[in-house]
């Protein structure tokens, strides 16, 4: 079992930036692949970014790429997701999440079927 916990989410407005962290306890968190993924008021929960267990390979959605970056720290143990260029957009509770199977690449990092363990979410919202 693996606990995640985010944090880092607030009230910031378009254009500005935040640092989300996601720290994990139980287990070592470079043993799995991680994402993120966000999910907006009526809306389905939706792939933002992931990264490799080695930290050598990430995928951004669309929406996000160039403006997101998604980073692990082994020695904390801790993912983060720095988000720059805030929209409206981007207002949405973020959950980090832990994949525990056969390493993947490219689009099939984003799939969340993949994903075996969650946290419990961050709120962000952007202001215009």
């Known amino acids: 079992q693996v606990q995640l916990v985010e944090s880092g989410g607030g009230l910031v407005q378009a254009g500005g930036s935040l640092r989300l962290s996601c720290a994990a306890s139980?287990?070592?968190?470079?043993?799995?692949?991680m994402g993120w993924f966000r999910q907006a008021p009526g809306k389905e929960r939706e792939f933002v970014a992931a990264i490799s267990r080695s930290g050598d390979t990430t995928y951004y959605a669309d929406s996000v790429k160039g403006r997101f970056t998604i980073s692990r720290a082994t020695a904390k143990n801790t993912v983060y997701l720095q988000m720059n260029s805030l929209k409206p957009e981007d207002t949405a509770v973020y959950y980090c999440a832990a994949d525990d199977g056969p390493a993947t690449t490219g689009q099939r990092m984003g799939f969340m079927g993949r994903y075996d363990y969650w946290g419990q979410g961050t709120q962000v919202t952007v202001s215009s």
């Open positions: 139980r287990r070592t968190l470079s043993a799995l692949a």
